[in-house]
């Protein structure tokens, strides 16, 4: 009975390839275009199709004015205005016990301890921020600043590497 299933199976799948290969019938590229060839595409002469125009395609890299500044952050800069800026040589920056460096991110809830004066930075004019608005504050983690809105302590925007 196995044996029996298995030639079904084998013959099946030899006989499904086959019916592809088969030719469906169609003028060949070849055989396009020639003059007096009845023998396929019904026995009409057909023009050469006219040469289509070139695609428009953009150029490879946009010029260099265009291309904005991202990529690999050049030493001791920030990206700030659609441009990078030079980082300063800020205060040492003194974390609260039980927390270290890490990155924020656009969502990220910060702890309530950073939500004090303490933390809030007002020179954001000199880094080339706009002012933030109402019920939020540029708040400074490490060598980060944060834009948090202070009634739920989440991230509105980060801006990395502003201290060195």
């Known amino acids: 009975m196995r044996k029996g299933l298995w030639i079904v199976a084998a013959v099946a799948l ?21 003059p007096g060839d009845q023998q396929r595409g019904g026995g009409q002469d057909r023009p050469a199709p006219a040469p289509r125009p070139p695609a ?33 040589h800020g205060p040492a920056f003194r974390y609260p016990p039980g927390f270290s460096y890490r990155v924020w991110a656009t969502g990220a809830i910060l702890p309530p301890i950073f939500l004090t004066p303490t ?10 921020l706009a002012p933030p608005p109402a019920g939020y504050q540029w708040v400074r983690y490490g060598p980060d600043v944060l834009l948090v809105n202070l009634a739920t302590g989440r991230v509105a925007d980060t801006v990395d590497g502003v201290f060195y």
Not at 14 to 33: F, K, T
Not at 119 to 128: E, I, K, N, P, S
């Open 56 to 88: 428009h395609r953009p150029p490879a890299r946009p010029p260099a004015a265009a291309r904005p500044p991202y990529g690999r952050r050049p030493p001791h800069r920030f990206l700030a205005g659609g441009g990078w800026r030079h980082s300063i």
């Open 119 to 128: 933390y809030f930075y007002d020179g954001y004019a000199t880094l080339g």
């Open 14 to 34: 030899l006989g499904s390839g086959v019916a592809m290969a088969q030719d469906q019938g169609g003028p060949r590229p070849e055989d396009r275009g020639k």
